[in-house]
């Protein structure tokens, strides 16, 4: 785990150095506080928005998107995760897809399966 988020911090570090229009929002999940922290010291001139809760951080980033012309969002971590691990091993269901269809929606968007 930590090899592969030690290499995804560099890579990415390296798109914001090339960029500086990338924002990048970072939500619940293990090793929180050490990718912050590694991702922020990449950051020159933009401080990374922390949204902790899932959905709202899709929210978020879709009506960034949605604002600013010719852009894109990546959702990456959960993929086809049908959880999303909660206090004392709780599972609380998720669906990744759905979700941001039901995000897309509110935002006008229509969607297909």
């Known amino acids: 785990m930590g090899f592969i988020r030690l ?16 924002n990048i929002f ?13 991702m922020s010291r990449g950051m ?3 401080v990374p928005e922390i949204i902790l809760d ?9 009506a960034l998107a949605q604002e600013t012309p010719n852009s894109a969002v990546i959702l990456t971590g959960k993929g086809t995760d ?4 909660g206090p004392k091993g709780s599972r609380i269901p998720w669906d990744e897809a759905g979700v941001a269809r ?3 929606a509110k935002l ?6």
């Open 54 to 62: 899932r959905r709202n951080a899709i929210a978020r980033a879709l």
């Open 7 to 22: 290499g995804q911090a560099a890579r990415l570090r390296g798109v914001m150095d090339e960029h500086d229009c990338v």
């Open 26 to 38: 970072v939500s619940e999940g293990a090793c929180l506080e050490s990718i912050i922290a590694e």
């Open 102 to 104: 039901e995000e897309l």
């Open 82 to 85: 049908p959880f999303i691990m």
């Open 108 to 113: 006008g968007y229509t969607t297909t399966k």
């Open 44 to 46: 020159k001139e933009k």
